[in-house]
């Protein structure tokens, strides 16, 4: 049996964890702080899971310089149970301002105004999608099944990455070919946001950067950004401020499964109406267990939450923090670069063998997505097959694509991406 040590873990999620941090988390498991009692054990209310709670929600301040107006929550689901979270939480936003709107027009005639936004709805709710993968696709059907009861124009799909792409998902084609909801011909309302998925883990693709076209308009009301960002966070500098909801699987670079990361403006937790008039003009309000706001009000103790899986996620901010200093996710960032160009070099030097996947400027640095001998089965099944019997684990690509996966994400040394390069250029030789 291979120790810890004689494998090499490049598994798309769950992640490896630093080995510093699972050998403090099997003590901690066992018996926390010399209680007698595991970390799971404990009782999420009791005063040592509050500063758990409290020190990991500092830790992320910290880190990613959060902005006072956001409210970080800790959620269930994952990001899968986000994709309806999202539209649960921010469609009552909409209807909140179209409601406010129909009420100065109206006077304050309620029935008159229960008419007004229900013919709002139908006219011009619109939620804007930019599909550059298998996991905003699935964002996007979701949202479009829970609101087929509203019509099915609602869901704006501006963007499907495969169209310009032979059918498959590989690129972000140019911001000047998104169909973003206009503001100006939407009665200046625009969208109810727009919705993205930063790194797509099983296609390779991440953005850049953020897109301009999503910078604040003139005129019109905001554009609400809701950035999935599962894979890629803590892995580079972000503008919180740019974004009405950021969120997060903890799986791949925060930490471990059963809690999900929620960074939220906090005007958007409470601009909403009352259930009451929600279901009046045909919306639904979101589940208790999915309500942001409620779970903002009970700082993220409105239910049993995996005390555990928090305090794994601040010891890996932490390290984080301990490793980078100053600089903190710059430092990460400046990592996290330097890797995925390591792998990216050793790719491009043997076209022959390897062919990456992605369009080169939207290849993502935290899943390295390739091909073997354009696409040769049985050379496939050496390469992987070969990499397995070396310790390199967890590489496969995804069931879906197939092919060649190399996730890296933090927790993945500059000294063992250096090791697979090494096997890279001996198969190469071949």
């Known amino acids: 049996m291979p120790s810890r040590e004689e494998v090499v873990y490049f598994g798309a999620g769950p992640s490896g964890l630093p080995t510093h941090v699972a050998a403090a988390g099997s003590q901690a498991f066992l018996n926390y702080e010399d209680s007698g009692l595991g970390l799971a054990e404990l009782s999420h209310r009791s005063p040592t899971a509050n500063q758990i709670l409290a020190d990991t929600q500092a830790a992320l301040i910290s880190f990613l310089d959060i902005p006072d107006n956001y409210q970080i929550l800790f959620l269930h689901g994952g990001g899968s149970g986000e994709f309806s979270a999202v539209v ?20 304050g005639d309620e029935s008159a105004i229960v008419r007004r936004v229900k013919e709002d709805i ?16 699935k964002a996007s059907q979701e949202a479009a099944q829970l609101l087929a009861p509203l019509g099915d124009k609602i ?19 140019s911001e ?11 009665e200046t309302c625009g969208s109810a946001f727009v919705y993205y998925c930063d790194n797509e883990t099983v296609d390779g693709v991440e953005f850049p950067s ?24 803590l892995s580079r500098r972000i503008d919180v401020s740019k974004y009405g909801v950021i969120f997060a699987g903890a799986q791949k670079n925060l930490g471990i499964t059963d809690i999900t990361l929620a960074i939220v403006r906090k005007d958007l937790l409470t601009e909403v109406p009352p259930a009451s008039f929600l279901h009046a003009v045909g919306v639904w309000s979101p589940p208790t267990i999915m309500n942001w706001s409620i779970i903002a009000k009970n700082n993220s103790l409105y239910n049993t939450m995996p005390i555990f899986s ?25 990592v996290a670069n330097e890797k995925a160009a390591l792998l990216y070099r050793v790719l491009d030097d ?12 939207a290849r993502s640095r935290m899943n390295v997505c390739f091909r073997v001998r354009d696409s040769d089965l049985a050379a496939e099944k050496a390469f992987l097959d070969e990499a397995k019997s070396l310790g390199f684990l967890g590489i496969a690509g995804h069931r879906s694509v197939k092919g060649v996966r190399v996730s890296n994400y933090n927790s ?18 071949r």
């Open 122 to 137: 139908q006219q011009y709710l619109r939620l804007d999608y930019l599909v550059t993968g298998s996991w905003s696709l």
């Open 155 to 173: 869901v704006n799909v501006a963007l499907d990455a495969r169209t310009s792409n032979g059918g498959a998902f590989g690129t972000i084609p």
């Open 350 to 361: 043997h076209p022959a063998v390897y062919q990456v996947v992605p369009d080169r400027k």
């Open 210 to 233: 953020f897109p301009k076209a999503l910078e604040p308009q003139s005129g019109g009301e905001e554009r609400l950004v809701v950035a999935d960002m599962s894979s890629n966070i």
């Open 412 to 429: 993945v040394s500059m000294a063992n991406v250096q090791k697979l390069v090494e096997f890279l250029i001996e198969f190469a030789k």
């Open 176 to 186: 000047d070919s998104w169909r973003l909801t206009k503001s100006q011909e939407n």
């Open 310 to 334: 928090i305090w794994i996620a601040k010891q890996v901010l932490e390290s984080l923090a301990a490793t980078h200093g100053a600089a903190k996710v710059a430092g990460q960032e400046t």
């Open 88 to 107: 649960l939480n921010l469609v009552p936003v909409w209807v909140e301002k179209r409601r406010k709107r129909a009420e100065q027009q109206l006077s």
